[in-house]
């Protein structure tokens, strides 16, 4: 259901030359494991030096993805290039690529330095220069002084970056990154986002960054692939996917929004004006073939619902919670209950009687059948 | 704050439990202990009272040439035992745990058959087969037969290891470039070294007490147990057996706090 040139469209890899051999490449992809289908008919094309995340709920196929190109497992269908190279044949051990493992993998009878320095002394690198190239790397993991402890020594970011540091160490091609900051807890998290993005900077290699994490998704990547049961749902810039996302469900993944229920009124290019009954009508941009009467489905984002005073019978707070720095707020509007984010200091208290009013060019409009 | 506090047992329970465990290990040890006292004191018979201290019985059974060559056969069986069990009972580990195979779950329940077979089974079978084959019974066969009985033991103990091993490791390797065989060396084998060191220690002292399959695939030689045992049957030298016995036992200890040793290496 997806067009995969429009699907392109606003990402960095719009317009790259045709022939031109991409990072990674895959063709036609399909993987199953006995009747389930994890990854299907999968088109993907990341160029030098980006950082692409894909993103989607777990089972949507993206660790898979990741599997297959590292070569742990072997698509039923389809090839895979890496570097312009065809992957079919080659086993994990003889591709170009490096991965960041979700439980860091390290290798607990070995020290720190020992790990990092594993790949190089098996790939026969002297053992000057392999102490020479691990320090530099332990350097730029900020991580110089642990290589003579045990890798169960450490904490949690720290293996982390033992972790980063054995991959890259290899000098990739490609780093394949599987939900490295699951482990972690919220603020360590945060802060190894910012430090991914300066390594990736620093070492400019091609990154492909797996989780389910919208939030790590947007703070990191230069482009998002976001992934639902096994095939590609939207591939675009993390602002691309926020303000224009394709379905329904990409707009429900990233961010939080309220989908709610209307009936389209007027169409006028890729503008479809929508009444949603006792919430009025409402105007927003969408990419599905929708006639005046059809039912529909519309996203609108919490931040872009204001609260105003409002006259009986028509929204009624519900619930009025503070979430940090802004309030949110369950309100009831007929069959739809919407929430609405506003500033601390101008919420309502539950039972009032309000008026809601919608302004964005953000709003979306999905067709109504459309499975999410 | 200890464990019984935590969970507030009464301290009568608490009581109970100490008892029991000093009647446990009474009925475990007593006997043993009796061997030991009477190794160390001149009463040629074991009756009391008790006689003067002495270390003739272990001079004696140290000064018996027949008890060292039974020591040295034992040894001989024992680590040649331990040497064919490990190197079957090893790859046979890794085959069950990392392939799939028509006809694995039979032959996972027929590789621990040898296990629960009594040994008096196993002894007939291996002296009818060493039979048919023409090959005269000796510490070879002796040898031959413990190694192949004691596979099942390494591969059960090396297996549940393999269970536990957390196998991402091995998947950073090749992922690091390091071929399969490689991989297996450098980060597959020390994680389960412990594993095949505690059950070798485990085969070496099946086979180093072991009698009945001895009984039947043995030739002119004694191995320890064999020895005493005859020796027992003509009754003459009781005092010298109970200071062997104690040694062996000590021995036997001294093994069992290494196999534990390497049990918890492996748990942390």
Redesign the interface.
């Known amino acids: 259901m997806i067009n995969p040139e429009s699907g392109l469209a606003g990402a960095p890899t719009a317009g790259a030359p045709e022939g031109h051999s991409a990072a990674v490449e895959l063709e036609n992809v399909t993987k199953r494991y006995g009747e389930v289908t994890a990854v299907e008919d999968l088109d993907l094309r990341v160029e030098d030096g980006q950082f692409l995340t894909l993103l989607g709920p777990s089972g949507c196929g993206k660790t898979t993805t990741l599997r297959l190109i590292g070569g742990f497992e072997a698509p039923n269908r389809g090839i895979i290039r890496i570097g312009g190279d065809d992957m079919s044949s080659r086993p994990a051990y003889k591709r170009p690529v490096n991965t960041v493992f979700q439980q860091y993998a390290l290798f607990p009878h070995l020290s720190v330095s020992q790990n990092v320095g594993y790949g190089l002394k098996h790939a026969g690198v002297s053992r000057s220069e392999t102490a020479e190239r691990v320090g530099e790397m332990m350097s730029l993991m900020q991580i110089p002084d642990v290589g003579d402890r045990r890798p169960r020594e450490l904490s949690g970011g720290q293996q982390q970056r033992v972790a980063l540091a054995r991959a890259l160490v290899m000098e990739p091609k490609v780093l394949l990154l599987d939900e490295p900051l699951g482990a972690l807890d919220y603020k360590l998290r945060k802060e190894m986002q910012f430090e991914l993005k300066r390594i990736h900077r620093e070492v400019g290699v091609t990154f492909i960054y797996v989780t389910h994490d919208q939030e790590e998704a947007m703070t990191m990547s230069d482009r998002i692939v976001v992934m639902s049961h096994g095939h590609i749902e939207q591939d675009a810039s993390p602002a691309e996917i926020f303000d224009r996302p394709l379905t329904a469900f990409v707009a429900d993944f990233i961010g939080d929004t309220n989908i709610v229920h209307g009936t389209v009124t007027r169409i006028e290019g890729g503008h479809a004006t929508v009444d949603l009954g006792p919430l009025g009508e409402i105007g927003g941009s969408t990419d599905d073939q929708l006639a005046s009467g059809d039912r529909v489905r519309v996203s609108i984002r919490p931040t872009d619902v204001h609260v105003e005073p409002g006259g009986a019978g028509e929204a009624v707070v519900q619930d009025s919670v503070l979430v940090g720095g802004h309030i949110a707020m369950k309100i009831a509007s007929g069959d739809e209950t919407v929430v609405a984010h506003v500033a601390r200091g101008s919420s309502y208290e539950p039972g009032a009687n309000v008026h809601l009013r919608v302004d964005s060019d953000r709003i979306r409009v999905f067709a109504a059948a459309e499975g999410a | 704050m200890s464990f019984s506090e935590r969970i507030h047992h009464p301290a009568t329970t608490g009581r109970g439990l100490k008892v029991y465990a000093v009647f446990l290990f009474a009925f475990l040890y007593l006997p043993l202990a009796v061997i030991a006292v009477f190794s160390v004191v001149s009463n040629d018979i074991a009756s009391l009272p008790l006689q003067s201290l002495t270390g003739k019985w272990y001079d004696e059974a140290f000064s018996n040439s027949e008890v060292w060559s039974a020591v040295k056969a034992s040894v001989m069986v024992a680590i040649g035992a331990v040497i064919i069990a490990v190197t079957l009972g090893v790859p046979g580990a890794l085959l069950v745990d990392r392939y799939s195979f028509p006809g694995k779950v039979v032959f996972q329940k027929f590789v621990l058959l040898p296990l629960i077979l009594p040994g008096v089974i196993t002894g007939v079978a291996f002296q009818t087969f060493f039979q048919m084959l023409l090959v005269p019974r000796s510490l070879l066969t002796v040898t031959l037969a413990h190694g192949t009985a004691l596979v099942s033991t390494v591969l059960t103990t090396v297996y549940a290891r393999l269970l536990r091993v957390?196998r991402?490791?091995e998947?950073?390797?090749?992922?690091?470039?390091?071929?399969?065989f490689?991989?297996f060396l450098?980060?597959t084998l020390?994680?389960i070294r412990t594993a095949i060191l505690a059950s070798g220690l485990l085969a070496f002292t099946l086979s180093f007490d072991e009698i009945p399959v001895t009984i039947f695939t043995i030739g002119p030689d004694n191995t320890l147990p064999m020895y005493i045992w005859s020796a027992l049957r003509t009754g003459a030298q009781l005092p010298e057996l109970n200071a062997i016995a104690t040694v062996v036992v000590l021995s036997g200890a001294m093994l069992v706090v290494v196999f534990a040793l390497l049990s918890r290496e492996d748990s942390r």
Request: net charge negative.
């Open positions: 957390d991402s490791p998947q950073a390797s090749l992922d690091l470039g390091v071929s399969p490689r991989t450098h980060v020390p994680s």
